[in-house]
């Protein structure tokens, strides 16, 4: 059974910084291509960065500079680094995985406010 589940959204300000985490289980992960989308209320859920297999990751315009998308194969876990948050980057944050098939975690919700 195909596992993803994500950790470390909250409350933040904007400028403030967020790291979340995305463990993997029931799947061989070290040859999934991995990615973060996010979903805000009314809005299509969108690509926010993404990292293959080999390492080579992709970002939205909107967050290139700010988040870094990252995994450690040995646990399993792929990483966002989120900086620099602003109101907008508000959004119910879901990790993914794909190889022949792709499989969503449930979402962790990040709300930027002051």
């Known amino acids: 059974q195909v596992q993803l589940v994500e950790s470390g959204g909250g409350l933040v300000q904007p400028g403030e910084s967020l790291r979340l985490s995305c463990a993997a289980s029931?799947?061989?992960?070290?040859?999934?291509?991995m990615g973060w989308y996010r979903q805000a209320p009314g809005k299509q859920r969108e690509l926010v960065a993404g990292?293959?297999?080999?390492?080579?990751?992709n970002y939205a315009d909107s967050v290139k500079g700010r988040f870094t998308i990252s995994r450690d194969n040995a646990k399993s876990t792929v990483y966002l680094q989120m900086n620099s948050l602003k109101p907008e980057d508000t959004a119910v944050y879901y990790c993914?995985?794909?190889?022949?098939?792709?499989?969503w975690g449930q979402g962790t919700q990040v709300t930027v406010s002051s």
């Open positions: 990292i293959t297999s080999g390492g080579r990751t």
């Open positions: 029931g799947i061989i992960f070290s040859i999934n291509d």
């Open positions: 993914s995985s794909n190889y022949l098939a792709t499989y």
